[in-house]
């Protein structure tokens, strides 16, 4: 390869990489799967309400009966940036909490083969 034709093809390298990265929802395939369930235990047996998010991917509202469970399931990416936050929300209370339901930064330092988490709420 001549010495022209090698910055090219480290540039176009990179733009591959980059738009893999933003484009795949479901992040890198090769990273394991991750999952997060919550359990709704509400001490008044009501329906908890949960509205997660990330940076790209809005999963919608489902209300969780009592003692039963929601969970997500994905990769995530290859840059250890994946967040996924949740808004909570009873009939009681009626206010939102939210929560950082998963955070591939603090889980990689806190427990670095862990991919499954379960919150009771």
Not at 20 to 39: C, L
Request: net charge positive; proline share 6%; with cysteine.
């Amino acid at each position: 390869m001549s010495s022209s034709t090698t910055p090219l093809m480290l540039v176009i390298a990179c733009l591959l990489f980059l738009t893999f990265e933003t484009t795949k929802v479901r992040g890198w395939y090769f990273q394991p799967k991750t999952h997060v369930s919550m359990t709704n235990s509400l001490p008044n047996k009501s329906d908890l309400t949960v509205h997660c998010k990330s940076k790209d991917n809005d999963l919608g509202t489902h209300v969780i009966p009592f003692n039963k469970s929601y969970e997500i399931v994905f990769h995530p990416n290859l840059l250890d940036t994946t967040l996924f936050y949740c808004n909570f929300r009873w009939p009681k209370n009626n206010s939102d909490h939210f929560f950082d339901i998963y955070d591939k930064l603090t889980t990689k330092t806190c427990k670095p083969n862990n991919s499954n988490k379960h919150y009771k709420i």
